[in-house]
């Protein structure tokens, strides 16, 4: 069974920094490319970034390329996400999900609880 | 950058059936994968490829996709379908997500 469990949300000053984590089980970690969306108060989902299974390829939205870094460490089956300069509109619940692929597509098949972060003087 | 849109709001009468649309430029020509989720819950899978679900999702949930509109259809809609649907798609190696529909089950 599919366990994703985040951590490493809380209460930080705008311009902070903030290390969430993503701990992985039930599946073979290093076979799949992972991602981190967030979910703002009364906003829809917003993707944040991929790194792929291996990490060597990642990609970033617009709203956080330069401020966020997403890592991974297959050993420890667990997923990072480095968010520096944090600003007020990066509040949000921020969810690590699972990839899964199959007839040519890819989708998000499994989902963490998410670990909500509150950007705040 | 590429956009999906969706309709902020759908209602439907318990029973009946629900049909959330999702908008994009000639989407029919990628896959379409459907979220949903409830108040304080995280995100579920129901509908990727366009229209294949994963185990454990209810026969009445259905998706289509052609030309530029990509459909979540409910049918016989429970007040346990009342969520919140995305649906989204790729972009290159990104993710688009539209809006978001608020489904209400009056």
């Known amino acids: 069974q599919v366990q994703l469990v985040e951590s490493g949300g809380g209460v930080v000053q705008p311009g902070r920094s903030l290390r969430l984590s993503c701990a992985a089980s039930?599946?073979?970690?290093?076979?799949?490319?992972m991602h981190w969306v967030r979910r703002a108060p009364g906003k829809g989902l917003e993707w944040v970034a991929v790194?792929?299974?291996?990490?060597?390829?990642?990609h970033y939205a617009k709203s956080v390329k330069g401020r966020f870094t997403i890592s991974r460490g297959n050993p420890k089956n667990t997923l990072y996400l480095q968010m520096n300069s944090l600003r007020t509109e990066d509040m949000a619940v921020y969810y690590c999900?699972?990839?899964?692929?199959?007839?040519?597509?890819?989708?998000?098949?499994?989902w963490g609880q998410g670990t909500l972060v509150t950007v705040s003087s | 950058s590429y956009e999906l849109t969706q309709p902020p709001s759908v209602s439907v009468s318990p029973g009946q059936t629900a049909s959330i649309a999702c908008s994009g430029d000639?989407?029919?020509?990628?896959?379409v994968t459907w979220y949903q989720q409830k108040p304080g819950q995280s995100p579920v899978l129901v509908i990727y490829?366009?229209?294949k679900r994963p185990s454990g999702i209810p026969e009445r949930l259905s998706g289509s996709n052609s030309g530029n509109t990509a459909t979540l259809t409910i049918s016989g809609t429970q007040a346990v379908d009342e969520a919140d649907y995305f649906c989204?798609?790729?972009?290159?190696?990104?993710?688009?997500f539209g809006g978001g529909t608020k489904l209400t089950v009056l």
């Open positions: 999900a699972k990839v899964d692929c199959s007839g040519g597509t890819c989708y998000l098949d499994s």
């Open positions: 039930g599946f073979i970690f290093g076979g799949h490319a």
């Open positions: 790194i792929s299974s291996d990490g060597s390829d990642k």
């Open positions: 000639r989407l029919g020509a990628k896959y």
């Open positions: 490829q366009d229209a």
């Open positions: 989204q798609a790729w972009d290159g190696s990104t993710v688009i």
